[in-house]
């Protein structure tokens, strides 16, 4: 270390992250007692068990508890954390050794896909696969989107990502939304707010499996469950909730709807005060969304006499893809790829959007969205009346021009990130000599970038992404990383001044 | 009565000139020269020294004061000049306040820094002014219960809307009350269907958003509406305050500001105001955003110099209506000769306040109405008097006297008066009573 020295606590980040590590017995523990009851191999969650406890081990002898976590810290622990329990996820694909997850990069994949939530999938025959290496799939989600939504709420409102600093002015939650000295109790209310949740969709699908459709028995019910308030879009099933009576179709969009909703103004409605999250302008506006594609990609499927799904079809179809993809889920219903040019490119739009901040939603989020649009219509008031000082309100609440700029800051790293993954895939592709249109390119980039699920093309719902390169895979790991954790943690990972100034 | 007034600037020296003649008057300040001159000028006794200190203030008889007006420039010296005074004995103190900071502990805390009665300069000022813009067509207009309740007469012409209609027509507003009617000279307390006639004065009591409401009913010509185009010049807090108590009234106004970060602040804090940030003298920028076609302009920039070129950069462009503030006494008389329709003294104003409260009473507030027929009284209710406890249905029927309660203040918010609701002890009670009858009703509270 002769000249340079490291200014990172880096063992408390360390530290931390071998806590989490050994915490991932618990998890594991359930798939490998599922595959003792179906009479299915054990190994691959042993083995997962063994190699976690060791990890943990091993980052736990060197951190140092002492060391205080600042938001250095806390960028690095977050890196490392949502790194090493996606590689501890894909042990037990590995040690399956059945299907093409058998290949290191396509278990990294598929677990790394699970961890963010993302929801694309390399599997092509799900009938090769156990029972409990599905399951493992669905709790790795489950996992997912419960480690953002702390990580959401505690901490990166409190570090200030892009504007996610906005969330806590805007929720006015001394009580439950700080780092120190509560994260304890804010970590505790969510983890019992998404507990909830879970077990409510979980008792919902099974009582509807059991009056309309025996194939959601209760695995599939918990499965299903696991994944759509995770907002996450595994399914254990090849049709994903397509393969369902259509009643239960329509029950997974409020549970994708409610996933996407900011857990603390759920918190608030639940404990009394309804109105802050039924007035609240990025509530207002993500619904808006909702409805409006929904409406938009209706319209589409009627006007298109290729998709003869009736009204009731036509409007679940609209419906309930749209609301998987502005949530982020990545479920589907049905192929959308079949689909008209118009109602597809519908589609590509909303994977943009995204839910509201503080949920498990990922892509881009409403409240950046709101923010810059209006921030824009004040830049075209302040073009008339160059003297005006206008601030930007969100629910009534000015919004500091420095979140202003953040925001502005994010959605063009957002962008341009998804076009040089664009441009990779196109280039990669045609590389290794596949067919790939730009569409489907800009579709793959969209929905690994920002966490979605399924694209278009051969990467569809009913698709798979082994259909890439091995090298755009890899790339999309390093992506779909980078996207969950909201870019900047790891982006300052790779500048000099984090580790030495 | 024995008064002590400590501070004898301009809002002292006023009071001290008013009481004089009737009452036991000392006034202490700082400046001994000050206060040799106004022992000759006004006939009073003057003590020179500081008026916080326990000393200089037994020295004024302090503890057998029966009223205590701190009214120095200075916030921190009136609070701490009462606080000491209450030490001392229990005299009646009153403050004269800048910072509607303190106001806003004052009122949310009885009793607060030994202050009875608290008057603040901005607040109160900004109150002048949104009157004056608000309610031209009022014949007078009193405010109540520290500003919740406004009273306001109004003389009903033959063209207004209102003549000719029932009182249950007119009173559409919920928080209003019609209180009083004077017909030839006669009172008559309305009842839903008594008619309104031209020329009659029509007495109500309500929210101030709610009697502008009502008098834009009554004279929609004079009154101005929604769409008139408000300017406020300089942020400060007295501008700051005007455009609050504007946005209260569902009016938009436009406020400039040269100061970067006070506009930005003022913004945040005004989200139906639209703050510009520039220069207000720069007559390029007024007639860039059309100022001259405002309806009304209000100057309230920190100098009087300022306020001056403003205002007569406005009425020079065509503003109807210009009104200055103006922080010396003596140019008020010049800015209303040049033109300027309105010139307000925030000294004066505050002034005039605490001399109105004195006169009057100590625990009532009130106004006189037509030549002594009626008056309009706030009483605040004690433990087991005999409003308490009872509906404003049973009063009626059980008291033998003329009177109308017009809206009751319940810890600082409004709550309006039905014959079902029921009185309590620590409300304030604004009601119209018929002169006879005042002394016996004031007696009950």
């Known amino acids: 270390m002769a000249g340079s020295r490291i200014r990172v606590g880096w063992q408390a980040s360390v530290g931390l992250t071998g806590d989490v590590l050994a915490a991932l017995v618990v998890p ?38 002492e060391v205080n976590l600042g938001p250095r810290e806390a960028f690095l622990a977050v890196a490392l954390i949502w790194l090493l329990v996606a590689a501890v996820g894909a042990i037990p694909f590995v040690v ?17 896909s699970g961890l963010t939530t993302t929801g694309a999938t390399v599997l092509r025959d799900f009938s090769l696969h156990s029972r409990s290496v599905l399951m493992w799939r669905q709790v790795i989600q489950w996992l997912g989107g419960l480690g953002i939504l702390i990580l959401a709420t505690a901490v990166l409102s409190e570090i200030g990502v892009g504007g996610a600093q906005l969330m806590e002015s805007e929720s006015q939650t001394q009580d439950v939304n700080k780092l120190t000295p509560k994260i304890s109790r804010t970590a505790q209310l969510i983890w019992s707010l998404y507990l909830g949740l879970t077990a409510l969709a979980v008792a919902t699908y099974f009582l509807l499996g059991l009056a309309f459709d025996p ?76 409805g409006f594609f929904s409406s938009v990609v209706a319209l589409a499927l009627f006007l298109d006499p290729a998709t003869a799904f009736g009204l009731e079809g036509t409007l679940r179809h609209a419906v309930f893809n749209v609301a998987s993809i502005v949530t982020t889920t990545g479920y ?69 021009e420095e979140v202003i700029r953040d925001i502005y800051g994010y959605l063009l790293l957002s962008i341009v990130i ?49 259909s890439f390169s091995m090298t755009t895979r890899g790339v999309m790991i390093v992506l779909m990383w980078i996207g969950r954790i909201e870019i900047i943690p790891v982006l300052v990972l790779f500048t000099k001044a984090f580790w030495t100034s | 009565m024995h008064v002590v007034i400590v501070g004898a600037g301009e809002v002292g020296t006023s009071i001290a000139a008013s009481l004089a003649s009737d009452h036991e008057v000392v006034v202490v300040d700082v400046d001994p020269d000050r206060a040799e001159q106004l022992k000759y000028e006004l006939d009073v006794l003057t003590i020179a020294g500081d008026g916080t200190a326990s000393g200089i203030q037994t020295a004024a008889n302090v503890d057998e004061a029966d009223m205590i007006i701190a009214c120095t420039d200075d916030d921190r010296t009136n ?82 809307p209102v003549a000719g209609q029932t009182v249950s ?35 109500v009591i309500g929210s101030p958003e709610s009697v502008q409401s009502f008098a834009n009913d009554v004279a929609p010509d004079t009154t101005p509406d929604r769409a008139d185009e408000i300017v406020i010049v300089g942020g400060s807090e007295i501008g700051y305050q005007t455009a609050r108590l504007l946005e209260e009234r569902e009016f938009t106004p436009r406020l400039i500001e040269q100061d970067a970060d006070r506009a930005r602040t003022l913004a945040e804090d005004l989200p139906n105001t639209i703050v510009m940030e520039h220069d207000a003298t720069d007559t390029e920028f007024l007639s860039r955003e059309h100022v001259d076609e405002a309806d009304i302009v209000v100057t309230a920039l920190r100098s009087d110099e300022k306020n001056l070129l403003v205002s007569v950069l406005a009425k020079r462009m065509g503003v109807d209506r210009v009104i200055a503030v103006v922080d010396s006494p003596d140019y008020v008389t010049v800015f209303e000769e040049i033109g300027i329709d309105i010139a307000i003294n925030p000294r004066t104003v505050t002034a005039e306040e605490i001399t109105r409260f004195t006169y009057e009473s100590i625990a009532e507030n009130i106004a006189v109405l037509e030549n002594d027929q009626a008056e309009v009284l706030e009483l605040e209710l004690t433990e087991g008097c005999r409003f308490a406890g009872r509906s404003i249905a049973e009063l009626v029927e059980e008291i033998d006297a003329r009177f109308v309660i017009g809206a009751i203040t319940r810890n600082h918010a409004l709550v309006t008066p039905r014959g079902d609701t029921v009185l309590e002890p620590g409300d304030h009670v604004i009601l119209l009573v018929d002169s006879n009858s005042v002394s016996e009703i004031a007696s009950m509270a």
């Open chain 1, 418 to 466: 998804f076009f040089l993954l664009t441009v990779v895939i196109v280039v990669d592709a045609e590389r290794a000599d596949l067919r790939v249109t730009e569409f489907e390119a800009m579709g793959a980039a969209a929905t690994t970038f920002l966490n979605i699920g399924p694209a278009f093309g051969e990467a569809g719902p009913y698709g798979t992404f082994a």
């Open chain 1, 215 to 290: 194939r959601m028995d209760l695995y599939n019910a918990v499965a299903h469950a696991f994944t759509s308030v995770a907002t996450a879009g595994f399914s254990p099933e090849p049709l994903s909730v397509g393969a369902f009576h259509p009643v239960i179709q329509w029950a997974v969009v409020p549970f994708m709807v409610v996933g996407s909703t900011s857990f603390v103004l759920i918190y608030f409605f639940i404990n009394g005060e309804p109105m802050r999250l039924l007035r609240n302008e990025e509530f207002h506006f993500y619904l808006g969304a909702l």
């Open chain 2, 79 to 160: 609070l701490v000049t009462c606080g000491t005074a209450k030490t001392l004995g229990d005299g009646f103190t009153i403050a004269r306040v800048k910072s509607t900071e303190y106001l806003r502990t004052w009122e949310g805390n009885e009793g607060a820094f030994g202050v009875d009665f608290m008057v603040c300069t901005d607040l109160l000022t900004a109150q002048n002014i949104v009157r004056v813009i608000g309610l031209p067509a009022a014949i007078d207009v009193d405010p109540f219960a520290s500003g919740l309740v406004q009273m306001a007469e109004f003389e009903i012409a033959a063209e207004s």
């Open chain 2, 169 to 203: 027509e007119a009173d559409r507003f919920e928080s209003l009350t019609f209180v009083g009617l004077f017909r030839d000279g006669e009172m008559i307390i309305p009842r839903g269907d008594t008619d309104i006639e031209a020329g009659d004065r029509a007495v």
């Open chain 1, 332 to 400: 589907a219903s049905t192929d959308y790829v079949l689909w008209a040019p118009a109602a597809k490119h519908m589609l590509f739009a909303c994977m943009f959007v995204g839910g509201m901040v503080g949920s498990t939603t990922c892509s881009i989020k409403s409240l950046r969205w709101l923010v810059a649009l209006k921030a824009f219509r004040r830049d075209l008031y302040t073009a008339i009346h160059p003297d005006a000082v206008r601030p930007v309100r969100v629910t009534g609440k000015p919004v500091d």
């Open chain 1, 96 to 112: 399956a050794g059945v299907g093409t997850i058998a290949h290191p990069v396509n278990a990294m994949f598929e677990a790394m």
């Open chain 1, 28 to 65: 594991l523990s359930f798939p490998l007692l599922l595959s003792v009851y179906y009479a299915e191999p054990s190994l691959p969650f042993l083995a997962a068990i063994t190699v976690t406890l060791a990890l943990g081990a091993l980052f736990r002898r060197f951190g140092d508890p």
